[in-house]
């Protein structure tokens, strides 16, 4: 047996705002709280050890210094590209630069403190 991604923890100044942006960017729901103002989300019909992994927004005051060792990519699953580009960015997400040529067939984006992610071609099936 090998491991499976359970959760993803991010760390941020604001984890309401975060929270709120990913739950609308995934279709994810609060699940939980935490004392030290940490945010749980996942799916609605799953959690901790579900299919898909949740998120934890965890306050942080420490500056974020350079570019990220690793990023979340995202990709469609009832829309095109375009729409969801569209979508992500009236959500508060901002396109970002990291040295893409410009011929890539994917959107490299920032979420609302700047922490960058993709948002890929291929459209996927919902789970």
Known sequence: MAC???EL???CADPERLAAFW???LGYVEQEREEDGSIAIGPADGGFGGPLPILI???SDAPRT???RLHIDVSPTDRDQD???ERLLALGARRADVGQTGE???HVL???EGNEFCLLHTRLKPL
Request: charged content about 30%; cysteine-free; hydrophobic content about 40%.
């Open 4 to 6: 499976r991604i359970s």
């Open 9 to 11: 923890v991010i760390d």
């Open 23 to 25: 739950s609308e960017v």
């Open 57 to 59: 927004l965890s306050p």
């Open 66 to 68: 350079g570019k990220l």
């Open 83 to 85: 729409a969801e580009l």
């Open 104 to 106: 890539e067939n994917w």
């Open 110 to 112: 920032a979420d609302p």
